[in-house]
């Protein structure tokens, strides 16, 4: 089995980045702009941009203080493939992914 198509808290095939509409759903809920978290955070809105467009993914202990301070499970906004959607709403793919994880979890 190749997981090299696949990362921790993302996913990836061919160059297609999924986009994280759990983190960005969460942020919407707390009433957060990509600024403000991003003052939140200690870090700059174009990471907060990326991690939202997978483009990049937090380390750990930022998913962690996300998780804290978006008052959301981790695994709801990182682990769940559920929420995640792909620029192009491939659903093939995100079954066929659906199906891997269920077969190494």
């Avoid at 993302?10 to 986009?19: D, E, Q």
């Avoid at 709801?76 to 659906?98: M, P, R, S």
């Amino acid at each position: 089995m190749n997981l090299n198509k696949f990362k921790i808290l993302g996913f990836v095939r061919g160059g297609v980045k999924l986009k994280n509409v759990a983190l960005i759903n969460a942020r919407k809920k707390a009433n957060l702009s990509q600024e403000k978290l991003a003052d939140i955070m200690g870090c700059k809105k174009t990471t907060i941009s990326n991690w939202e467009n997978g483009y990049s993914i937090p380390r750990l202990k930022d998913a962690f203080m996300l998780s804290h301070v978006l008052k959301a499970d981790i695994n709801d906004l990182f682990l769940c493939y559920k929420v995640q959607e792909t620029h192009t709403n491939n659903v093939a793919f995100i079954k066929k992914t659906t199906k891997l994880i269920n077969k190494i979890s």
